[in-house]
């Protein structure tokens, strides 16, 4: 029993052939159209990072400035209270005694 091999191929082996390449083709055509497109979108969501942490840093630095321009208006309020205790206090050494 000997093996036949045909010297001949026929039409339709030639268009399953080329069904074949033209699908490899488009697989790897689409797969590398795909991972473009992640890397695109991959690089939009690191400058949207860099975006949002610049953004941050600013928020925290006017929240800094807010936090000092409190303190020292508190500074402010506490240094009046006193002074007004201390004029409540002279007045009190000046009003008459009953």
Excluded: N
């Excluded at 399953?16 to 991972?35: E, K, L």
């Excluded at 949002?52 to 929240?63: F, K, L, N, P, T």
């Excluded at 309020?77 to 201390?86: A, K, V």
């Amino acid at each position: 029993m000997a093996i036949r091999i045909e010297k001949s191929v026929s039409y339709g082996q030639i268009a399953s052939t080329g069904v074949i390449f033209a699908g490899m083709i488009g697989a790897f055509v689409w797969a590398q159209a795909d991972i473009r497109s992640l890397g695109e979108h991959q690089k939009r969501i690191d400058s949207d990072l860099v975006a949002i942490r610049q953004e941050a840093a600013a928020r925290e630095a006017r929240i800094r400035g807010v936090e000092i321009a409190q303190a020292s208006q508190s500074s402010d309020l506490r240094s009046i209270q006193i002074g007004i205790s201390r004029i409540e206090a002279q007045l009190e050494k000046l009003q008459p005694r009953p």
